[in-house]
């Protein structure tokens, strides 16, 4: 017809890629075609190569051919290889390894070096399985229901395994299991360092350590430097890794033990049963332990790692002493010095800086020699600025108390002050810090003391996670609450005595001051105090001008009758009987 004839003149413009993919449209172009699945935007990695596919690969390039014309019939059979010298040499495939002499791992076959990093020796990494029993910090005398967890944790020299401390917290029995076996081994607990969430246990048994060959620590990464966490979490029961970079290198906030201390914040996945899983960098020595993550709305894939300084001062401070002694703190709090009139009025010159002394604990031996009002200008030489911070590395700057840390507790450092205008010298002996409200017992089992049925014991922060939960910080009254943040210990009061249990009150909350006019300076005190008495009365001064009076005859007896009502074993604590 008419209206199917080839009009004369030039051919309509096709329109471009660009402007089709501009139109609404939900068909895909031939161009869109071509963009997705060009070859050039896909890397294929080699793994094994198959005679038949790539005969297969061959003949369809071959199809393609503008001069080749395809055959009629079935396709030519290609020959198989007969013998095993024309067979191509297999690639290696991408992780495969072997052990190391040095304990790391090294690729088989030949591979580059920018294509793979390091695949460290995972036999090196155990699951840990333990058996809690923790205290009852409401009812001291009894201990709560049994439980069992599991966790990560790694091989070093010494025949020694490293984890965190809160996964055998309370522990009534610890084994480990080595990967790729179905034994358990019996673990012992060499130490545990609350403050920096690391526990050391070791394996009697001489089959355990057949094969394992311990990890070597490296160096504090950089960061972007590349991390691989190693672990047995949730999800499954066969070993995990998952990997990332170095995002953050700072002073942190340990959970555990309530502390601050150096620590590595990273991308890669840290969930539950990581902890104690050591994390390795491309060269296949370990960095750090896993410990703890974020876990917020707002965030995601912020995990920490306690970092080797750290770890290698709980390795050292063990063999030195025998034991774990704790990390050391300069005892004072202090406040920064950015206010250029605060510093024009504690008499600093312009070229002078530091921060300022709040309070000092007096418990402390910095108490001898230094004052509030002092400003510290330096610390084993080592300049501290006005806000706190010292250089650290090359365009990083930490808080000075990363200096502190560095030390072991009985270490002496050199303290420079600035006090009414002069400059003052001083060598102090460091030691671990002592709170009112300690933020942990160290394993130990609370104390306690029961006369009459009012029941006396220590405040600690596990206490009141016990009594309030885990929100404790907004449940807990307002008056524990603030010698928590605010109260430091005294010298005449080394620890927070509290009237637990009243059968008068039964809310009977309150700071014990006093026993018949004597001040009272920790539980053991009171309960000599309390047995040893020969009075009439048995008089208790509480905080707010509270007063509790009993018998002393009676209340003898009516304590006996309590334990026996209660099944109680005993009126005090195992420790206070010493």
Same mark, same amino acid.
């Given at each position: 017809?008419?209206?199917? %004839?080839?009009?004369?003149?030039?051919?309509?413009?096709?329109?471009?890629?660009?402007?089709?993919?501009?139109?609404?449209?939900?068909?895909?172009?031939?161009?869109?075609?071509?963009?997705?699945?060009?070859?050039?935007?896909?890397?294929?990695?080699?793994?094994?190569?198959?005679?038949?596919?790539?005969?297969?690969?061959?003949?369809?390039?071959?199809?393609?051919?503008?001069?080749?014309?395809?055959?009629?019939?079935?396709?030519?059979?290609?020959? %198989?290889?007969?013998?095993?010298?024309?067979?191509?040499?297999?690639?290696?495939?991408?992780?495969?390894?072997?052990?190391?002499?040095?304990?790391?791992?090294?690729?088989?076959? &030949?591979?580059?070096? !920018?294509?793979?990093?390091?695949?460290?020796?995972?036999?090196?990494?155990?699951?840990?399985?333990?058996?809690?029993?923790?205290?009852?910090?409401?009812?001291?005398?009894?201990?709560?229901?049994?439980?069992?967890?599991?966790?990560? !944790?790694?091989?070093? !020299?010494?025949?020694?395994?490293?984890?965190?401390?809160?996964?055998?917290?309370?522990?009534?029995?610890?084994?480990?299991?080595?990967?790729?076996?179905?034994?358990?081994?019996?673990?012992?607990? *060499?130490?545990?360092?609350?403050?920096?969430?690391?526990?050391?246990?070791?394996?009697?048994?001489?089959? $355990?350590?057949?094969?394992?060959?311990?990890?070597?620590?490296?160096?504090?990464?950089?960061?972007?430097?590349?991390?691989?966490?190693?672990?047995?979490?949730?999800?499954?029961?066969?070993?995990?890794?998952?990997?990332?970079?170095?995002?953050?290198?700072?002073?942190?906030?340990?959970? @555990?033990?309530?502390?601050?201390?150096?620590?590595?914040?990273?991308?890669?996945?840290?969930?539950?049963?990581?902890?104690?899983?050591?994390? $390795?960098?491309?060269?296949?020595?370990?960095?750090?332990?896993?410990?703890?993550?974020?876990?917020?709305?707002?965030?995601?894939?912020?995990?920490?790692?306690?970092?080797?300084?750290?770890?290698? @001062?709980?390795?050292?401070?063990?063999?030195?002493?025998?034991?774990?002694?704790?990390?050391?703190?300069? !005892?004072?709090?202090?406040?920064?010095?950015? #206010?250029?009139?605060?510093?024009?009025?504690?008499?600093?010159?312009?070229?002078?800086?530091?921060?300022?002394?709040?309070?000092?604990?007096?418990?402390?031996?910095?108490?001898?020699?230094?004052?509030?009002?002092?400003?510290?200008?330096?610390?084993?030489?080592?300049?501290?600025?006005?806000?706190?911070?010292?250089?650290?590395?090359?365009?990083?700057?930490?808080?000075?108390?990363?200096?502190?840390?560095?030390?072991?507790?009985?270490?002496?450092?050199?303290?420079?002050?600035?006090?009414?205008?002069?400059?003052?010298?001083?060598?102090?002996?460091?030691?671990? @810090?002592?709170?009112?409200?300690?933020?942990?017992?160290?394993?130990?089992?609370?104390?306690? +003391?029961?006369?009459?049925?009012?029941?006396?014991?220590?405040?600690?922060?596990? +206490?009141?996670?016990?009594? +309030?939960?885990?929100?404790?910080?907004?449940? /807990?009254?307002?008056?524990?609450? &603030?010698?928590?943040?605010?109260?430091?210990?005294?010298?005449?009061?080394?620890?927070?005595?509290?009237?637990?249990?009243?059968?008068?009150?039964?809310?009977?909350?309150?700071?014990?001051? /006093?026993? #018949?006019? #004597?001040?009272?300076?920790?539980?053991?005190?009171? /309960?000599?105090?309390?047995?040893?008495?020969?009075?009439?009365?048995?008089?208790?001064?509480?905080?707010?001008?509270?007063?509790?009076?009993?018998?002393?005859?009676?209340? %003898?007896?009516?304590?006996?009758?309590?334990?026996?009502?209660?099944?109680?074993?005993?009126?005090?604590?195992?420790? *206070?009987?010493?």
């Amino acid at each position: 017809m008419s209206e199917h %004839k080839r009009k004369r003149g030039r051919k309509p413009k096709i329109p471009d890629a660009e402007k089709t993919l501009d139109l609404p449209s939900t068909a895909a172009s031939a161009d869109d075609d071509d963009v997705v699945f060009s070859v050039s935007n896909v890397e294929i990695i080699p793994t094994t190569t198959n005679p038949s596919i790539s005969s297969a690969a061959a003949t369809t390039t071959n199809n393609h051919h503008p001069d080749h014309r395809p055959r009629r019939g079935r396709p030519r059979k290609h020959p %198989k290889h007969e013998t095993p010298e024309e067979k191509p040499p297999p690639l290696p495939r991408a992780g495969h390894c072997r052990p190391a002499e040095n304990g790391g791992a090294d690729f088989a076959g &030949d591979v580059e070096p !920018g294509v793979a990093r390091v695949v460290p020796a995972m036999d090196a990494v155990v699951k840990v399985f333990c058996v809690h029993t923790e205290p009852n910090f409401s009812l001291p005398w009894q201990r709560k229901r049994q439980y069992s967890s599991s966790s990560s !944790g790694f091989a070093i !020299g010494g025949r020694r395994v490293l984890t965190n401390a809160h996964s055998v917290e309370h522990y009534t029995q610890v084994k480990l299991k080595k990967r790729g076996s179905d034994t358990k081994y019996l673990a012992t607990v *060499l130490a545990i360092g609350t403050e920096c969430d690391i526990a050391m246990l070791t394996v009697e048994d001489d089959e $355990f350590w057949e094969g394992v060959l311990p990890v070597e620590f490296g160096e504090l990464p950089a960061l972007q430097d590349a991390v691989t966490v190693v672990g047995y979490p949730i999800g499954g029961d066969t070993i995990s890794v998952t990997s990332g970079v170095v995002s953050r290198i700072e002073i942190l906030s340990y959970v @555990h033990g309530s502390t601050e201390l150096l620590g590595l914040q990273i991308d890669a996945a840290i969930n539950s049963g990581n902890s104690g899983g050591p994390a $390795f960098n491309d060269k296949g020595k370990c960095v750090g332990i896993a410990f703890q993550s974020l876990k917020h709305e707002d965030v995601e894939n912020i995990g920490y790692v306690i970092p080797t300084p750290v770890i290698m @001062h709980f390795i050292q401070d063990y063999e030195k002493n025998g034991a774990y002694t704790g990390f050391p703190l300069l !005892g004072v709090e202090w406040q920064k010095m950015e #206010n250029p009139d605060l510093r024009v009025a504690m008499g600093m010159k312009a070229d002078q800086k530091g921060v300022r002394i709040r309070r000092v604990d007096p418990t402390a031996p910095e108490s001898e020699v230094l004052k509030p009002s002092d400003i510290i200008l330096s610390f084993d030489g080592i300049d501290i600025a006005n806000d706190g911070t010292v250089p650290f590395r090359h365009g990083e700057r930490i808080g000075f108390s990363y200096l502190v840390s560095q030390k072991y507790t009985g270490d002496s450092a050199a303290v420079k002050v600035l006090r009414d205008s002069k400059i003052l010298n001083f060598n102090i002996t460091l030691a671990t @810090h002592r709170r009112l409200i300690p933020s942990h017992n160290k394993g130990r089992p609370p104390s306690y +003391y029961i006369i009459a049925g009012f029941v006396f014991s220590t405040v600690s922060v596990p +206490y009141l996670r016990s009594e +309030y939960g885990k929100d404790y910080e907004y449940e /807990a009254p307002v008056k524990l609450l &603030d010698k928590l943040l605010y109260s430091m210990p005294q010298l005449q009061m080394s620890s927070l005595l509290w009237c637990l249990r009243s059968p008068l009150c039964l809310n009977c909350f309150n700071k014990v001051l /006093a026993f #018949n006019g #004597n001040p009272v300076k920790n539980l053991k005190s009171l /309960a000599n105090m309390v047995e040893n008495c020969d009075d009439e009365f048995l008089k208790f001064d509480l905080e707010y001008d509270q007063v509790v009076v009993l018998r002393t005859k009676t209340s %003898k007896a009516a304590t006996l009758d309590i334990l026996a009502t209660h099944c109680i074993p005993s009126a005090m604590s195992d420790d *206070l009987k010493n």
